[in-house]
């Protein structure tokens, strides 16, 4: 039996985790869509208090909890004299996996992200590898390379997503870097777009089995320079994906 599958790979559910289930949660899910894809544009002053109590059919005290998350991922900015208005697009906090999760996928914006996020990618996964290399533990390095070794078996969306989530943020950890640990989020939500936006291209363009194995391969060996490498390579080929979509 491969050892992949002793593995469990299912996708953690990160959509707004630091909130309970409930009428917060949806609304903040409801309102952080309309800002994202444009409903309410830049500057433009979301309803007041009693509109949105009205039309949400929820509680002064969610709306006010609701905006409080909003403020926090950057999205508005409240004060007394205006209310709640939408903040320019760049105070937004981009390595929020919500944030990016809320973006129309057919938008031009949501392109721009995927691009410039795979840009950021190829600046620290590559060292990150490197660095699991290095540091990682007997356990990690396993987890790292069967999580590879599943993207060559398994057929579900959902699980090659929960698998590459796995491989990637499994080298953030074994980095060694707690900085880069908390890296795992943005990682967490461009895959999720990015398998999206990759059902535009072949899967096996899409998902790189094999460039994966080679990196699992050359970290379990501890092979610094060569895990570096492969990583940047198999990161070259995310980014012309994303030059694609742009395009497309």
Known sequence: MNKATHHSFALPDKALAS????????????LGKRIARGY???????PKEDELVDSLGVSRTVVREAI???CGKGLVRT???YGSRVCPFEDWNLLDPDVIRWHDPESPLTARIFAEATELRLIFEPEAAALAAEHASPEQ??????????????NDETNVIGADYAFHATILQASGNMMLAQL????????????????????KEHVSVHDHVGVAEAI?????????????????QNKLTAERFISA
């Open 19 to 30: 909130l309970p289930t409930g009428a917060v949660k949806d609304t903040v899910e409801h």
């Open 40 to 46: 309410y544009k830049t500057g433009a002053v979301l």
């Open 68 to 70: 409080k998350v909003l």
């Open 79 to 81: 004060a007394r004299r």
């Open 141 to 154: 390095r396993a987890r790292i390379l069967a999580a590879a070794q599943s993207l060559t078996q398994m």
């Open 184 to 203: 795992q989020n943005l990682i967490y939500a461009v895959l999720i777009f990015s398998y999206s936006a990759g059902r535009k291209v072949e899967r």
């Open 220 to 236: 379990k060996s501890g092979q610094t320079e060569l895990s570096r490498a492969r990583m940047r390579d198999m990161l070259m």
